[in-house]
């Protein structure tokens, strides 16, 4: 329990440095309450079911360590977000808020939350249990679901509310619903203006939704976050990126070396920076180093499961194109949360899937920790991976991690 006060008062302190200021400036609008309950709801949640598996046993000390942090960083990233959001265009965030920003990127897989509630929401076991065998929790499914909800709802009686728009943003680009991130971004956009971290969030939405590729509209807006702020971190990766998915590698390299002078020696941000600046190098001149070749060489290829996900004969009558599939994997022994799950289209079945450990929701949990996992897929009318009633699961496991060729048939409903 100490270390969960200990959070507890960081979540605080935290939380007063971003009050202050904005009273500072005038008035906080009523909503922003909401917002703000709902984001320490989601991160006090996680951290009990993360003090939950330490004290079971199934997670280690340093998973747990490695979970806080993750956490920590998500609630900086949470707070400093709607505030950067209400900024005026003509004042950029300062260095040290960007640079929060980017090392808290990977946290924002947290905001999955968001739409699933609780994480063990996708065992099909968990759910066709009876209520009163379900793991008690302070704030369930529903009522996150809701929380989430009624921001939707008030966007649309409030559609001048920035902030909101950013919040909804994010939560559906961690969902991987990139269109829908990339339209609350839109409206983001036009009542902000040319701020970096609007801009930058826009083009990624916009990125993703067209399969990863830059838009010329992508580009545009990002090369101008970057002309707003020349240190701003995701601008400077995502400039970077577009130009060498262009093959502009010498811009590439000027904008990932500027990304890179601000990073602390030794992090992992600074070392995929710097084999990524190494590539160019290697590109501009033709031929990869000895040494970037050897190390490319001995990297090992990331922790994997695929296979194939169909739907049971009996129950093809009811599997409507619309709606959502999650196909995910879990520990076969271990805590609930998803170790990497993929969001797709229902209209796609059967279809082939490869889940790796990149698309773990928070690194440190991920396939690459794990030698057994579960691989479940799940039919959502709703769009979320709360399990419904209507909604149409399959489960398969224990599979080692590596497997290949697994075959997840979904015929079972949930009642």
């Known amino acids: 329990m100490t270390t969960f006060w200990i959070l507890a008062g960081v ?3 935290v939380g007063a440095l971003f009050v202050v200021v904005p009273l500072m400036r005038g008035p906080v609008r009523r909503d922003q309450h909401s917002r703000d309950q709902l984001n320490l709801a989601i991160r006090k949640d996680q951290l009990t079911e993360l003090k939950s598996d330490l004290d079971a046993g199934t997670l280690s000390p340093e998973q747990f360590e490695a979970g806080r942090i993750e956490i920590e960083q998500g609630l900086l990233e949470d707070v400093a977000g709607a505030e950067a959001a209400a900024l005026q265009a003509s004042a950029p965030p300062a260095r040290w808020m960007a640079y929060v920003l980017a090392l808290a990127l990977p946290a924002l897989a947290v905001a999955l939350y968001l739409q699933l509630g609780r994480m063990d929401a996708l065992d099909p076991a968990v759910t066709a249990a009876p209520k009163g065998q379900e793991m008690a929790h302070d704030i369930g499914p ?3 679901a809701g929380m989430v909800q009624s921001l939707a709802d008030r966007l649309k009686a409030q559609p001048d509310d920035a902030e909101g728009w950013m919040m909804l943003g994010r939560s559906y680009a961690v ?14 956009y036009a009542l902000i203006g040319d701020h970096p971290d609007v801009l930058s969030n826009y083009a990624d939405a916009l990125a993703m939704a067209n399969n990863g590729a830059f838009t010329d509209q992508a580009v545009a807006l990002v090369d101008k976050a970057v002309k707003v702020d020349p240190t701003h971190p995701k601008a400077l990766w995502l400039a970077g990126t577009a130009a060498f998915e262009r093959r502009n590698y010498g811009r590439a390299l ?10 602390d020696d030794g992090s992992d941000v600074a070392n995929t920076m710097d084999a990524n600046i190494a590539e160019v190098r290697a590109l501009m001149g033709g031929a990869a180093p000895p040494e970037t070749a050897r190390v490319a060489q001995a990297a090992p290829a990331k922790k994997q499961v695929s296979g194939r996900v169909r739907v049971a004969p009996a129950l093809a009558a009811k599997v409507d194109p619309g709606a959502t599939l999650f196909v995910f994997a879990k520990a076969a022994q271990g805590p609930p949360m998803p170790l990497a799950i993929l969001r797709l289209s229902a209209a796609g079945l059967p279809l082939d899937f490869t889940l ?9 949990m991920s396939l690459a920790r794990f030698d057994q996992v579960m691989v479940g897929a799940r039919i959502s009318k709703s769009g979320d991976a709360t399990a419904r009633s209507g909604d149409l699961q399959g489960l398969v496991g224990p599979v080692r991690v590596g497997a290949t060729g697994i075959e997840v048939v979904i015929g079972e409903e949930v009642k």
């Open 356 to 364: 790796d450990e990149g698309m773990a929701m928070v690194p440190a």
């Open 11 to 13: 979540m605080a302190c």
């Open 254 to 263: 000027t904008l990932w070396t500027a990304l890179r002078v601000g990073l």
């Open 142 to 144: 529903e009522q996150l």
């Open 175 to 188: 969902l991987r619903d990139f269109p829908r991130s990339a339209e609350a971004y839109a409206h983001a």
